[in-house]
């Protein structure tokens, strides 16, 4: 695996390295060891796949807040989707940044997400699947989200939202608390 860290700290774009052969290929999209090496979160406590059957279906832009944070680890395995992470950390130099990567089932990159990120995806095709690996298990009360079109952030989504929940398309303005 090739870590590329992006230009907000502490998220990563992940490039799989596969093994060619006569069958086709095989690579590691988790490694416990090599996050660890680059000083990402490597446990896993929960994983959880997103089936999207519209091209255009928004999804976030979503987070834990403490003490149930999590890190993320997002792929693509169908399809293909626009994620987006937001930097929520109020310490961070890119408090209130984003980023924006392509992951598809082709490109077969992997996102890692750290704590203290929001994160959402707009599909870019119909029947797109998304998989998510968490580092804390998923806790209700500790459920927040921050609107997908929030002026405080002024994210460029590449295509028309077409779905979306009454509870992503409602989330007030960003205050900082």
Not at 7 to 24: A, C, Q, S, T
Not at 157 to 169: C, G, L, M, Q, T
Request: with cysteine; aromatic share 12%; charged share 25%.
């Amino acid at each position: 695996m090739i870590f590329r860290e992006t230009k907000l700290p502490g998220i990563f774009e992940i490039y799989l390295e596969p093994n060619y052969d006569d069958r086709g290929f095989f690579a590691r999209t988790w490694c416990e060891k090599e996050f660890k090496s680059h000083g990402l979160n490597p446990t896993v406590k929960q994983c959880n796949v997103s089936f999207n059957a519209k091209k255009g279906t928004l999804r976030g832009v979503h987070f834990q807040a403490e003490p149930h944070s999590e890190a993320k680890v997002v792929r693509c395995t169908s399809g293909a989707i626009y994620d987006v992470v937001l930097d929520l950390r109020p310490v961070s130099p890119t408090f209130k940044k984003w980023i924006g990567v392509s992951l598809t089932a082709a490109n077969r990159h992997v996102l890692y997400i750290p704590e203290g990120c929001a994160h959402g995806f707009l599909t870019l095709e119909d029947n797109t699947e998304v998989s998510y690996q968490m580092s804390e298990f998923y806790h209700p009360d500790s459920a927040r989200g921050v609107r997908w079109n929030d002026p405080a952030f002024q994210i460029a989504w590449p295509e028309k939202v077409e779905v979306i929940s009454e509870r992503d398309r409602t989330y007030p303005d960003f205050a900082q608390e």
